[in-house]
């Protein structure tokens, strides 16, 4: 059973930082993009970023405006976002996705390009 699972979520002052782990389980993603979204309260599911299989290639949302930075360890099949100068508005559940994409380096940014999904973690940022 495939399972990908987020951590380091939590509740965080503004312009603090975390750094939110996925551990992927069930199979290897180490050829496979990956993904971060969230969903803040009321709002739609958003993209955040995507890492290729290789970690050669991100590519991040506009909004993000270099805050966060999306990596991977394909040794421990985990996919990383290393949150930076957190706002309120940065509040929202966070997940982690994968898409099997075989060592292609096209990105992908829409939800429904995705094939596998986490539960989500909280992450909320107070003012």
């Known amino acids: 059973q495939v399972q990908l699972v987020e951590s380091g979520g939590g509740l965080v002052q503004a312009g603090g930082s975390l750094r939110l782990s996925c551990a992927a389980s069930?199979?290897?993603?180490?050829?496979?993009?990956m993904g971060w979204f969230r969903r803040p309260p009321g709002k739609e599911r958003e993209f955040l970023a995507t890492?290729?299989?290789?970690?050669?290639?991100?590519y991040y949302a506009d909004s993000l405006k270099g805050r966060f930075t999306i990596s991977r360890d394909n040794a421990k099949n985990t996919v990383y976002l290393q949150m930076n100068s957190l706002k309120p508005e940065d509040t929202a559940v966070y997940y982690c996705?994968?898409?099997?994409?075989?060592?292609?380096?096209?990105?992908?940014?829409?939800?429904?390009?995705?094939?596998?999904w986490g539960q989500g973690t909280q992450v909320t940022v107070s003012s």
């Open positions: 890492i290729s299989w290789s970690g050669g290639s991100t």
């Open positions: 996705a994968a898409r099997e994409t075989y060592y292609s380096d096209t990105y992908y940014s829409g939800s429904g390009e995705y094939h596998y």
């Open positions: 069930g199979r290897s993603f180490s050829r496979d993009a």
